[in-house]
Nanobody
Framework: QVQLVESGGGLVQAGGSLRLSCAAS????????MGWFRQAPGKEREFVTA???????YYADFVKGRFTISRDNGKNSVYLQMNSLKPEDTAVYYCALGRTDPSRWSSLVGDYDMDYWGKGTLVTVST
């Protein structure tokens, strides 16, 4: 079993930055692809970004150039650096681990589509 705990969410003004962290405990996360999804109020969960076991990265179009994903296998952690935040980035951000090809993750947003989900951390971007 793997437990995922996100941190780093909070309130930030538009144009600001936040860095989210996700720490995995239990089995090592190094054999999993890792990533972030988000769910805004009243909307479905959506894919944000993923990083493979060999450090390949995938991004949703709406965050390209603003968000950067990274991972540290020694710390069983994945990070999301978010810059130039917009009010529409307001959402609960979820960390996820999965073995499926991250190129497909934009369509894998259900509770059973990933091997593990975190409980989420709220990011609120004010105008």
């Amino acid at each position: 079993q793997v437990q995922l705990v996100e941190s780093g969410g909070g309130l930030v003004q538009a144009g600001g930055s936040l860095r989210l962290s996700c720490a995995a405990s239990g089995r090592t996360s190094s054999s999993y692809n890792m990533g972030w999804f988000r769910q805004a109020p009243g909307k479905e969960r959506e894919f944000v970004t993923a990083i493979t076991t060999y450090y390949g990265t995938y991004y949703a179009d709406f965050v390209k150039g603003r968000f950067t994903i990274s991972r540290d296998n020694g710390k069983n952690s994945v990070y999301l650096q978010m810059n130039s935040l917009k009010p529409e980035d307001t959402a609960v951000y979820y960390c996820a681990l999965g073995r499926t090809d991250p190129s497909r993750w934009s369509s894998l947003v259900g509770d059973y589509d990933m091997d593990y989900w975190g409980k989420g951390t709220l990011v609120t971007v004010s105008t």
